[in-house]
C-alpha cells in the first residue's frame, strides 16, 4: 500500500528494475506515472486497452478501460502504451518528468533505449542488439517516439503483470467502462519536495544524506 501523500504508482515505479538504465533515488523521481496494459482474445472479443495516470503525490489523472481487438498481445501492449502517452500529453505539462510502467520486458528495453539514444550527447547509443518492434507495432512505436521527445524526461519500468494496475482495465473493459465516463482532469503537482535540488543550482549534494540505490537502480535486464 502506498505511503500517505504518495502515489501507488510511484511505489511500483521506485520497486521495479528500468532496464539498461540506473540511477541513484535523488533522481529516479518524477511527476506524473502512467501504468498500461494491453490484453488480447483470439476471437477478437473481449480484448481492451488499459491506463492509470497518477501525480507524485497520489492525484489521480485519469483512468481508461477500452475495448480493442490487436490481432496480437504484442500489438496490444504497445496500443496501450501509445493511448496512454498520448493522454498523458493532453493533461500534463510539457517540462513534466514522466515514469512509465508496463509489464512487457521488451517494450520496457525499447523504451529506455530510445530515451538513452536521443539524450542528446552526440552519440547514438542502442542496448546491444537493439530491440525489435513486434510487426503490427510499427505505427505505434513511431507515436510512443514522438512522445518520449515531447517529454522533458521519461523512463520506463518492467513490472510483474499481476501487480499492474491498468491489467484488470485492459482484461475487463465491459466491466470498468464506467471509468471512462469521469471528467477529463488536467493536473500539476505539487513540487517534488527536498527529493532534489532545483535545477541549476550548485552543490545540494554537500549537506544531504547518503542515498542508496533500490534494486531498480542496478544494471540489469528485467529479466535479470
Given at each position: 500500500?502506498?505511503?500517505h501523500g504518495r502515489s501507488t504508482l510511484r511505489?511500483?515505479?521506485?520497486?521495479?528494475?528500468?532496464?539498461?538504465?540506473?540511477?541513484?533515488?535523488?533522481?529516479?523521481?518524477?511527476?506524473?506515472?502512467?501504468?498500461?496494459?494491453?490484453?488480447?482474445?483470439?476471437?477478437?472479443?473481449?480484448?481492451?486497452?488499459?491506463?492509470?495516470?497518477?501525480?507524485?503525490?497520489?492525484?489521480?489523472?485519469a483512468r481508461l478501460s477500452v475495448p480493442d481487438?490487436?490481432?496480437?498481445?504484442?500489438?496490444?501492449?504497445?496500443?496501450?502504451?501509445?493511448?496512454?502517452?498520448?493522454?498523458?500529453?493532453?493533461?500534463?505539462?510539457?517540462?513534466?518528468?514522466?515514469?512509465?510502467?508496463?509489464?512487457?520486458?521488451?517494450?520496457?528495453?525499447?523504451?529506455?533505449?530510445?530515451?538513452?539514444?536521443?539524450?542528446?550527447?552526440?552519440?547514438?547509443?542502442?542496448?546491444?542488439?537493439?530491440?525489435?518492434?513486434?510487426?503490427?507495432?510499427?505505427?505505434?512505436?513511431?507515436?510512443?517516439?514522438?512522445?518520449?521527445?515531447?517529454?522533458?524526461?521519461?523512463?520506463?519500468?518492467?513490472?510483474?503483470?499481476?501487480?499492474?494496475?491498468?491489467?484488470?482495465?485492459?482484461?475487463?473493459?465491459?466491466?470498468?467502462?464506467?471509468?471512462?465516463?469521469r471528467a477529463d482532469r488536467c493536473v500539476v503537482?505539487?513540487?517534488?519536495?527536498?527529493?532534489?535540488?532545483?535545477?541549476?543550482?550548485?552543490?545540494?549534494?554537500?549537506?544531504?544524506?547518503?542515498?542508496?540505490?533500490?534494486?531498480?537502480?542496478?544494471?540489469?535486464?528485467?529479466?535479470?
Amino acid at each position: 500500500m502506498a505511503a500517505h501523500g504518495r502515489s501507488t504508482l510511484r511505489d511500483l515505479f521506485d520497486d521495479s528494475p528500468t532496464p539498461h538504465i540506473a540511477h541513484p533515488p535523488r533522481t529516479h523521481h518524477r511527476h506524473f506515472y502512467v501504468a498500461t496494459d494491453g490484453s488480447y482474445r483470439r476471437d477478437g472479443d473481449g480484448g481492451g486497452l488499459g491506463v492509470v495516470i497518477e501525480a507524485h503525490d497520489g492525484t489521480r489523472v485519469a483512468r481508461l478501460s477500452v475495448p480493442d481487438a490487436a490481432p496480437n498481445n504484442n500489438v496490444a501492449e504497445y496500443r496501450a502504451l501509445h493511448l496512454g502517452l498520448d493522454v498523458l500529453a493532453a493533461r500534463t505539462p510539457d517540462d513534466a518528468r514522466i515514469g512509465v510502467l508496463v509489464d512487457h520486458d521488451n517494450l520496457a528495453g525499447a523504451v529506455n533505449g530510445e530515451v538513452l539514444a536521443g539524450a542528446g550527447d552526440g552519440t547514438e547509443w542502442r542496448p546491444t542488439g537493439g530491440e525489435r518492434i513486434p510487426p503490427g507495432s510499427e505505427s505505434h512505436w513511431r507515436g510512443i517516439c514522438a512522445r518520449i521527445a515531447g517529454f522533458d524526461e521519461l523512463r520506463a519500468a518492467r513490472l510483474d503483470g499481476r501487480e499492474n494496475p491498468a491489467h484488470p482495465l485492459a482484461n475487463a473493459p465491459r466491466e470498468y467502462a464506467h471509468v471512462n465516463r469521469r471528467a477529463d482532469r488536467c493536473v500539476v503537482p505539487e513540487p517534488l519536495g527536498g527529493s532534489e535540488p532545483p535545477r541549476g543550482s550548485a552543490g545540494g549534494e554537500a549537506n544531504a544524506e547518503p542515498q542508496y540505490p533500490p534494486p531498480s537502480r542496478f544494471e540489469g535486464r528485467a529479466s535479470d
